[in-house]
């Protein structure tokens, strides 16, 4: 198993999967757009185990990355850093944020084919993109739990997937493999295995409230047999098009973690 995971963004998804990983006893290396001296606090927060880096050096010294950045934010990751690297990416589309862009519009990649075109040395994962950040930390579970949540994943290479798989089970999850790069859409917004599951019933509220909604719920268990289900039923539609009202966030409306950099 992986014993040092980095980390390029390390907003609010990217602070819960490196607090998982320190429980897990994995070394984390952190790193976002603004230096590493902007992360001292973090890294103060969780420990010995941890570390501040610049994001081509969070890469080098990872035995697996997560990119947990906006999708506007790709071409600016470390390519050559990232490259032979298995890379987890947890960002999803939405054109209010990302601008628009007409392959994933007009469905001829998602978001996850298009970062694995750009990292063409890289192993892509699409995972941990369907459930908020501070779910994903109090959902966590040991292995064999009777009540451990799973999360999709998806991906064209199958040791990628397995190493995606081996690391999500340390951290507290099982998986459902939803198979590769182009049926990544089955996670993405508006779909039925996006955020509500891990939820239930959201109220109408802005999104700051939303946040601050998610950090008083403790969750929902998903176990896989649900997440199967709900990636199997769902349908696909123009990538983007699920837009809400900014007082009603729900399943389509991006949830803001960090500023538009990498994180």
């Not at 429980?23 to 952190?30: I, R, Y």
């Not at 950045?69 to 890379?87: F, M, Q, R, S, W």
């Not at 999500?168 to 599951?197: H, K, M, N």
């Amino acid at each position: 198993m992986s014993r040092t995971l980095g980390l390029i963004g390390s907003g609010m998804m990217g602070s819960a999967l490196a607090r998982l990983a320190v429980a897990a006893g994995l070394e984390v290396v952190l790193s976002n757009s603004r230096g590493p001296q902007t992360l001292a606090g973090l890294v103060a927060d969780l420990g010995g185990l941890a570390r501040a880096a610049t994001p081509a050096e969070a890469a080098r010294a990872a035995d697996l990355v997560v990119a947990a950045i906006p999708l506007h934010a790709y071409e600016h990751l470390p390519v050559d850093a990232l490259n032979g690297k298995t890379v987890l990416d947890t960002a999803n589309y939405y054109p209010e944020r990302d601008g628009h862009l007409a392959e994933l519009e007009g469905g001829e990649l998602t978001s996850s084919a298009l970062l694995q075109r750009h990292l063409v040395g890289s192993r892509v994962v699409k995972a941990c993109n369907n459930i908020t950040p501070h779910q994903l930390v109090s959902l966590a579970r040991p292995t064999g739990a009777p009540d451990r949540s799973a999360l999709p994943i998806a991906a064209d290479d199958a040791d990628a997937k397995d190493e995606a798989a081996r690391l999500l089970d340390l951290l507290g999850y099982d998986t459902v493999d939803i198979g590769t790069l182009a049926t990544s859409w089955r996670s993405e917004p508006d779909t039925p295995v996006y955020i509500r599951p891990y939820l239930g019933e959201i109220p109408a509220m802005s999104v700051d409230a939303f946040l601050r909604w998610t950090f008083r719920t403790p969750g929902i268990v998903v176990p896989a047999t649900r997440i199967a289900e709900l990636t199997e039923i769902a349908v696909r539609r123009p990538a983007g098009e699920a837009e809400l009202p900014s007082d009603s966030p729900g399943p389509g409306h991006p949830i803001p973690d960090a500023p538009p950099t990498l994180r």
